[in-house]
């Protein structure tokens, strides 16, 4: 790899070495499978192939809530996806999400079975699925799918661009930095000036909206992310904050955020979740 300050690109480019960096061993510039890989099958209508990542987590936080509302044919068996093995370009996994990247959901209640992936179509999915987590009324409706859809669009120079370059880049790069790190607080400043005006991020009532944004601009803001509260300044969002505590708070979305968490503090890891007993079988 050539330093970034002399580096002139080539007329063609072509893969023939390591960019570096914590994820520098599953990055290729190819799609599809790599090797044949049957993934297994749990007894419960939703199967979930996954990593407890922020992208993770909104899936696993909306499947808990949907419990916790009684909706029985939301449960799930989640399997561990570890996407540092290249679990993700397993011919199996592949089938159901060609784009080889967590989560992806096989809803299986159907004959023939529904694969779904990227998170928000998984979110999407389910809630309408469930009648839950996104309104009816199409003024509301509009407002939920706007902000799940702004996390969509968003989320990448979050975690693609400012955690790249803040927490997982090989070298610290002064440039990369500034130009993610002017985009994320611009991001935060979005949220803090919405959640001023509304109590949850599409109005009165908590959405979609709400599961997907927290996993990545709530943790930022309270602590799990990149380790960069300092850095960012997270206390000037004062009004992101208040809406981070009072969403974290939630039982189902602490369930949510262990399910396929495989790092951090052993009491907050999950690594598959097949039974509601599993939380309390793995903190006992
Ligand atoms: N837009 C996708 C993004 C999913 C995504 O980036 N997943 C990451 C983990 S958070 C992944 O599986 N990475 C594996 C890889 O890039 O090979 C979604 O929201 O589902």
């Given at each position: 790899?050539?330093?970034s300050?002399e580096?002139?690109?080539?007329a063609?480019?072509t893969?023939?070495?390591e ?5 520098a061993?599953?990055?290729?510039p ?5 090797h044949?890989?049957?993934?297994p099958?749990?007894k419960h209508?939703?199967?979930l192939?996954s990593?407890g990542t922020p992208?993770?987590a909104?899936?696993?936080?909306l499947?808990?809530?949907l419990l ?8 799930y ?9 290249g679990?993700?370009f397993?011919?199996?996994?592949v089938?159901?999400n060609?784009n ?9 209640s159907?004959n023939?079975p529904?694969r779904?992936?990227e998170?928000?179509?998984i ?9 839950a987590f996104?309104?009816?009324a199409?003024?509301a ?6 902000w799940?859809?702004w996390q969509?669009g968003s989320?990448p120079?979050?975690g693609?661009g400012f ?6 880049a090989?070298?610290k790069i002064?440039?990369?930095?500034n ?14 000036r ?7 991020i599409?109005?009165?009532e908590y959405?979609?909206a709400?599961?997907?944004?927290f996993?990545w ?6 602590g ?9 300044d997270?206390t000037?969002?004062?009004?992101v904050?208040?809406w ?12 949510g955020?262990?399910?396929n968490?495989?790092?951090g ?8 979740r097949?039974?509601?007993?599993d939380?309390t079988r793995?903190a006992?």
């Open positions: 790899m050539s330093d300050a580096y002139t690109p080539p063609v480019w893969w023939d070495s960019s570096g960096g914590t994820w061993k599953i990055n290729r190819i799609a599809g499978a790599t044949e890989k049957t993934l099958v749990g209508p939703m199967q192939y990593l992208n993770g909104k899936v696993t936080i499947l808990e809530e916790a509302l009684g909706h029985a044919g939301a449960e068996d989640a399997f561990l996806i570890d996407i540092s093995a679990d993700q397993g011919s199996d996994f089938d159901i060609p080889s990247k967590i989560p992806a959901l096989l809803d299986r159907v023939p529904v779904v992936f998170s928000a179509s979110l999407m999915y389910l809630a309408e699925k469930f009648g996104l309104p009816t199409p003024a409706r509009a407002e939920c799918l706007s799940l859809f969509m989320a120079y979050l693609g955690g790249h370059f803040y927490a997982y090989p070298m002064e440039y990369c930095i130009r993610f790190t002017m985009e994320v607080k611009r991001q935060l400043d979005v949220l803090d919405n959640l001023a005006t509304r109590p949850f599409a109005g009165n959405t979609l709400d599961i997907a944004i996993p601009y709530g943790v930022l803001v309270t799990d992310l990149y380790n960069a509260q300092e850095f960012l997270v000037s969002y004062r009004h904050l208040r981070a505590e009072q969403v974290g708070a939630r039982p189902a979305v602490k369930r955020k262990r399910v968490k495989v790092w503090p052993a009491e907050e890891q999950l690594a598959e097949h039974d509601a007993g939380f793995a006992s």
